[in-house]
């Protein structure tokens, strides 16, 4: 393994760690919302509403979004996987040049859970070989596959995106995005979501 690609393995942390307030943005089909997470307010209070689909939100809308988190007890975004998921022995060089390579992974067969989800994954990483981080991560779907009964999984396709690391700053997500196809009790569905990060403070 070249020692570039065994440092950015090592600093590699696919979530927001946890000393970051940060502003979210997630667009969910026509649907667009602006929220804060700040780790250091009480639970209750760690996620705040800022827009919702680009205008301030109506009282309204802050019942239902009050109503979502108290039934989506969520801390801070999660990522699909650990970097401790990946099973060395599988990686890689698919291509390189002078300032990038790119390489292709699989899982370990432990880090698939219960319902084994990772085990249907493939895992390609982009690496910035001189600033030693992954600029970028891309999950697909190997085939279809039914992790509960009556739900079929076509496709699915993820990307997470990753600034440079800085001085004062670790590499932190840019921009996530995922489209997903397939059947739930015979009936088609679809959906594309993007998620971007912005305003990242450290609290901590």
Same mark, same amino acid.
């Given at each position: 393994?070249?020692?570039?690609?065994?440092?950015?393995?090592?600093?590699?942390?696919?979530?927001?760690?946890?000393?970051?307030?940060?502003?979210?943005?997630?667009?969910?089909?026509?649907?667009?919302?602006?929220?804060?997470?700040?780790?250091?307010?009480?639970?209750?209070?760690?996620?705040?509403?800022?827009?919702?689909?680009?205008?301030?939100?109506?009282?309204?809308?802050?019942?239902?979004?009050?109503?979502?988190?108290?039934?989506?007890?969520?801390?801070?975004?999660?990522?699909?996987?650990?970097?401790?998921?990946?099973?060395?022995?599988?990686?890689? @060089?698919?291509? $390189?040049?002078?300032?990038? *390579?790119?390489?292709?992974?699989?899982?370990?067969?432990? &880090?698939? +859970? #219960?319902?084994?989800?990772?085990?249907?994954?493939?895992?390609?990483?982009?690496?910035?070989?001189?600033?030693?981080?992954?600029?970028?991560?891309?999950?697909?779907?190997?085939?279809?596959?039914?992790?509960?009964?009556?739900?079929?999984?076509?496709? @699915?396709?993820? $990307?997470?995106?990753?600034? *440079?690391?800085?001085?004062?700053?670790?590499?932190?997500? &840019?921009? +996530? #995005?995922?489209?997903?196809?397939?059947?739930?009790?015979?009936?088609?569905?679809?959906?594309?979501?993007?998620?971007?990060?912005?305003?990242?403070?450290?609290?901590?």
């Amino acid at each position: 393994m070249p020692a570039y690609l065994r440092e950015a393995l090592d600093h590699f942390n696919p979530d927001v760690p946890a000393e970051w307030a940060y502003t979210q943005t997630t667009i969910r089909n026509d649907l667009a919302i602006t929220e804060r997470f700040d780790p250091t307010q009480p639970p209750d209070n760690r996620w705040i509403l800022l827009q919702y689909n680009g205008r301030v939100p109506s009282p309204e809308d802050r019942e239902k979004y009050r109503h979502f988190k108290e039934s989506n007890p969520t801390t801070a975004s999660q990522a699909a996987f650990r970097k401790g998921d990946i099973e060395p022995g599988s990686i890689e @060089l698919v291509r $390189e040049d002078a300032e990038r *390579a790119d390489f292709r992974c699989s899982f370990r067969a432990e &880090a698939a +859970g #219960s319902d084994k989800m990772l085990g249907h994954l493939s895992l390609k990483l982009t690496v910035h070989k001189q600033q030693r981080h992954i600029e970028r991560f891309l999950l697909g779907l190997n085939e279809p596959y039914s992790p509960v009964l009556g739900v079929k999984m076509n496709t @699915l396709a993820v $990307e997470m995106t990753f600034s *440079a690391p800085t001085a004062d700053r670790p590499s932190l997500p &840019a921009v +996530g #995005s995922s489209h997903f196809t397939g059947r739930i009790f015979f009936i088609g569905t679809e959906e594309s979501l993007q998620v971007s990060y912005s305003a990242f403070t450290r609290v901590r």
